[in-house]
């Protein structure tokens, strides 16, 4: 088993420019901060683990985008998919 399996998800009509526009408004209208590791970033709001989260933030840019996908809560999530439409591209397991 790898050590941090991966799987690539591919969304062919998603509009790559709605989506693109939507993230940087989203780190530009952030509140900047420095780390010492990281540098300088943008702090875009609260992390919460059901409402404000990595996942929910992709799928949410995914809907922005024009993809028909639900708001999923965790990375898991995304393998209820593994039988979605052929056109989503989706990896098999």
């Known amino acids: 088993m790898k050590k941090f399996p991966t799987n690539v998800y ?18 530009n209208n952030g509140t900047p901060i420095q780390t010492a590791k990281e540098g300088m970033g943008s702090n875009i709001g609260t992390y919460t683990l059901w409402g404000n989260n990595c996942t929910i933030m992709t799928t949410n840019a995914l809907q922005i985008g024009g993809v028909p996908i639900p708001t999923i809560v965790s990375p898991s999530g995304f393998i209820q998919y593994e039988n979605a439409p052929m056109e989503w591209n989706l990896p098999v397991h």
């Open 10 to 27: 591919n969304f062919p009509d998603a509009n790559s420019n709605a989506i693109y526009s939507y993230l940087n408004k989203l780190y």
